[in-house]
């Protein structure tokens, strides 16, 4: 990865301090705050240009690092942490769900007043993006869906995937062992270009809290805990939109990339040799580049 430029001074009153464990090497971002319910949600808000709102619901914002620092010179670049993940606050098992997502992503593009945004999204920040654009689709230009989907989970494979992550007793085994989050940090996770002091880092943004939320997130992206109809909703109304799809070429078991393809009017594909799930982290090189032709195209 390039080395991280210093970030500027910055003033603004919701500028948060930062933990102990947060490396300014690891993490070269201001953290700011934006309250949502009971509780506040982290995000960086860094660059200038065209919006790139980055959303990524699971683990935390670490995973756009990488992107963010080749992307910031060409666009504003804003990336969330989810309710009771990374650096924002709430609780696992009333704040870790897709309608608290949405909720966060909706209060950040209210508190900066954005507009004309590119979502760029992963994981379950897919749905609960989508979940949140459906209150306000004509702000949205265009989306850049990277190994996600957005649509009413079905299909056996995904849906014994969210039965299998979301039960008591992977939530309770992660919560106490953290295996999650050292598999995460891996090569096979978001660790492929990371130092080893980056990979500590990203563990310790996936503490207990972040541990069981994870879980407490596939648990309510299943059907029936997610409201898919506001979904899908978003979806007729933004299929006319220009998407672009990143996908690793190691990790689209369900067809994700082609079912963006089908609900979309305007969709190109990019896939990322020998990338995983995290193809952002395994080839940041490519995916920045990527999202700058899109989004300078749109």
Same mark, same amino acid.
């Given at each position: 990865?390039?080395?991280?430029?210093?970030?500027?001074? =910055?003033?603004?009153?919701?500028?948060?301090?930062?933990?102990?464990? /947060?490396?300014?090497?690891?993490?070269?971002?201001? $953290?700011?705050?934006?309250?949502? &319910?009971?509780?506040?949600? @982290?995000? $960086?808000?860094? &660059? !200038? &240009?065209?919006?790139?709102?980055? %959303?990524?619901?699971?683990?935390?914002?670490?995973?756009?690092?990488?992107?963010?620092?080749?992307?910031? =010179?060409?666009?504003?670049?804003?990336?969330?942490?989810?309710?009771?993940?990374?650096?924002?606050?709430?609780?696992?098992?009333?704040?870790? !769900?897709?309608?608290? @997502?949405?909720?966060?992503?909706?209060?950040?593009?209210?508190?900066?007043?954005?507009?004309?945004?590119?979502?760029? %999204?992963?994981?379950?920040?897919?749905?609960?993006?989508? /979940?949140?654009?459906?209150?306000?689709? +004509?702000?949205?230009?265009? $989306?850049?869906?990277? !190994?996600?989907?957005?649509?009413?989970?079905?299909?056996?494979?995904?849906?014994?995937?969210?039965?299998?992550?979301?039960?008591?007793?992977?939530?309770?085994?992660?919560?106490?062992?953290?295996?999650?989050?050292?598999?995460?940090?891996?090569?096979?996770?978001?660790?492929?270009? /990371?130092?080893?002091?980056?990979?500590?880092?990203?563990? @310790?943004?996936?503490?207990?809290?972040?541990? +069981?939320?994870?879980?407490?997130?596939?648990?309510?992206?299943?059907?029936?805990?997610?409201?898919?109809?506001?979904?899908?909703?978003? %979806? +007729?109304?933004?299929?006319?939109?220009? %998407? /672009?799809?990143?996908?690793?070429?190691? !990790?689209?078991?369900?067809?994700?990339? @082609?079912?963006?393809? +089908?609900?979309?009017?305007?969709?190109?594909?990019?896939?990322?040799?020998?990338?995983?799930?995290?193809?952002?982290?395994?080839?940041?090189?490519?995916?920045?580049?990527?999202?700058?032709?899109?989004?300078?195209?749109?």
């Amino acid at each position: 990865m390039p080395a991280p430029l210093p970030t500027a001074i =910055d003033t603004r009153d919701d500028q948060a301090p930062r933990p102990r464990w /947060l490396d300014p090497v690891s993490y070269p971002f201001d $953290i700011h705050r934006v309250p949502v &319910g009971d509780h506040d949600v @982290a995000y $960086i808000d860094v &660059g !200038n &240009g065209p919006v790139l709102l980055f %959303v990524h619901v699971g683990t935390w914002s670490l995973v756009w690092r990488d992107v963010v620092l080749r992307l910031r =010179d060409d666009f504003r670049c804003v990336a969330i942490d989810a309710p009771a993940t990374g650096l924002s606050g709430g609780r696992p098992r009333s704040d870790a !769900n897709l309608a608290h @997502a949405s909720d966060a992503v909706d209060a950040v593009v209210g508190a900066l007043g954005l507009d004309a945004l590119t979502l760029v %999204v992963h994981d379950l920040g897919g749905p609960a993006s989508l /979940l949140a654009a459906s209150r306000w689709p +004509e702000k949205v230009k265009g $989306i850049v869906a990277v !190994n996600t989907f957005g649509w009413k989970p079905s299909g056996l494979l995904l849906r014994m995937m969210l039965a299998v992550m979301g039960s008591a007793a992977m939530r309770v085994s992660d919560a106490a062992t953290g295996w999650f989050a050292r598999l995460s940090s891996t090569r096979f996770g978001v660790g492929r270009h /990371l130092s080893a002091g980056d990979r500590r880092v990203f563990r @310790a943004g996936m503490d207990r809290r972040g541990r +069981e939320s994870f879980h407490h997130y596939i648990r309510s992206a299943r059907p029936g805990r997610t409201d898919y109809d506001a979904v899908a909703s978003a %979806v +007729e109304a933004l299929k006319r939109r220009p %998407v /672009l799809t990143i996908f690793g070429a190691r !990790n689209d078991p369900g067809r994700f990339q @082609a079912q963006w393809r +089908e609900r979309f009017a305007a969709t190109t594909a990019a896939v990322v040799p020998k990338g995983y799930h995290f193809p952002m982290c395994d080839a940041p090189d490519l995916v920045a580049d990527s999202i700058r032709a899109f989004a300078h195209g749109l």
